[in-house]
């Protein structure tokens, strides 16, 4: 029973255009979330995180959103830049430690230019 | 300031034999998780080692152990090789286990065969 799902396996976009990614959770428990980015051949890299008591955190060109109600949350890109195609996946945790962290599947994402 | 490092990259195995990873954190980092990411499954947390004592562990079988070192290198060893133990293991430190604060190596693609 998967905890965390990302319902779209990819996603293409055009260069300079906003890029939306989903993710959806289960467990109201859980309440640190994060989005990390994956190139072939490297590990995740962090992106952006949000704790329960927000509902978004801004980093430059990527926002994340948190919908505790609907256990929804979301990262946008913009501007899209062919440079951030790669795999996203969310994660979620109970909290900002133990680094127990629960996955999505992954969404690939293709900015074209 | 060196990454994560995990040898060796990649290693094929046969069904029923044994096998172990290695990881080298980031200087100064005390925490080391292990994930585990296959097709089916996605990523999925295998185990935490914090200064040498295991914190967290996942849900996998008990063929799959580790161990953290005073140097806080890390090995998992996974005993009695399945097909299905085909993927790509992933190591990932931290100073403290702040879930935010984790760098991923590159990885061990593990192929049984």
């Known amino acids: 029973d998967q905890q965390v799902k990302q319902n779209s396996p990819s996603l293409s976009v055009q260069e300079g255009r906003i890029s939306i990614l989903n993710c959806d959770y289960t467990?109201?428990?859980?309440?640190?979330f994060l989005w990390y980015k994956k190139y072939p051949a490297e590990g995740p890299t962090f992106l952006i995180s949000?704790?329960?008591?927000?509902d978004k955190n801004e980093d430059g060109r990527f926002t994340v959103f948190l919908n505790k109600s609907a256990k929804h949350l979301s990262l946008h890109i913009v501007p899209s830049q062919p440079g951030d195609s790669a795999v996203y996946f969310c994660?979620?945790?109970?909290?900002?430690?133990?680094?127990?962290?629960?996955f999505g599947g992954g969404t690939r994402l293709m900015v074209k230019p | 300031k060196a990454g994560v490092t995990q040898t060796p990259r990649y290693l094929i195995k046969t069904r029923g034999q044994q096998v172990t990873l290695s990881c080298s954190p980031i200087?100064?980092?005390?925490?080391v998780s292990w994930y585990q990411q296959t097709p089916g499954q996605g990523l999925q947390f295998l185990f935490e080692?914090?200064?040498?004592?295991?914190?967290n562990k996942g849900n996998f079988p008990g063929r799959f152990s580790g161990r953290q070192f005073s140097n806080s290198r890390s090995e998992m060893n996974v005993s009695t090789l399945e097909l299905g133990d085909s993927a790509l293991y992933l190591c990932?430190?931290?100073?403290?286990?702040?879930?935010?604060?984790?760098?991923f190596g590159p990885g061990t693609r593990l192929t049984v065969t």
């Open positions: 990932a430190s931290s100073t403290s286990g702040r879930v935010d604060e984790q760098y």
């Open positions: 467990n109201s428990m859980f309440d640190y």
């Open positions: 949000i704790s329960s008591i927000k």
């Open positions: 994660a979620v945790a109970y909290n900002n430690a133990g680094n127990m962290l629960t």
């Open positions: 200087s100064g980092h005390r925490s």
């Open positions: 080692y914090f200064s040498e004592t295991q914190r």
